[in-house]
């Protein structure tokens, strides 16, 4: 929302419709994994998928925010490519407690399931911390020109 009103210059309703092409985006990325775990492993696809998630991620940083039909494309395609990944990861996940239960007899799902959640709850709080200092740091100012808040 930010993005689209500040940065964008949009209002906010362009803002729910980049939105929820964001989504849509999902929703395809979401089918794109299976079409391609079709066709090549499940292990490679996420790992690829995600080093372009990467770099294009960090390039979209260089593209003009005003060049609105632009930038919606190339957020639909970063929504794609994110959601490649996501049901890769639980069912990857699924594959290494199977190994494990015929590695060694013992099946130990929820233990497993438990530990990837605790390990993205405390990846998120760090995340977010470590955004919000670096904010901080640069006294960060949500409205260009406005006297900030301290």
């Known amino acids: 929302m930010y993005y689209v009103t500040w940065v964008m210059g949009q209002s906010t309703h362009f803002a729910t419709v980049f939105i929820s092409l964001g989504v849509i985006g999902m ?4 089918v794109l994994a299976k079409v391609l775990t079709d066709r ?3 292990t490679e696809v996420f790992f690829w998928t995600n080093i372009v998630l990467a770099i294009f991620s960090c390039a979209f940083y260089f593209f003009d925010p005003k060049a609105t039909v632009t ?5 639909v395609l970063l ?11 639980w069912s ?3 594959d290494v407690d199977d190994y ?3 590695k ?3 099946r130990n799902d929820g233990f497993q399931y ?3 959640s605790l390990g993205n709850k405390l990846g998120m709080a760090i995340g977010t911390s470590a955004l919000a200092g670096v904010l901080s740091t640069f006294e960060f100012c949500p409205q260009s020109g406005a006297e900030c808040c301290r």
């Open 27 to 30: 929703m395809l990325g979401s």
């Open 40 to 42: 090549w492993c499940k």
């Open 71 to 75: 930038i919606v494309v190339l957020y």
């Open 79 to 89: 929504n794609i490519l994110h959601q490649i990944p996501s049901p890769l990861h």
């Open 92 to 94: 990857l996940m699924a």
């Open 100 to 102: 494990g239960e015929w």
């Open 104 to 106: 060694t007899g013992v």
């Open 114 to 116: 438990a530990f990837v």
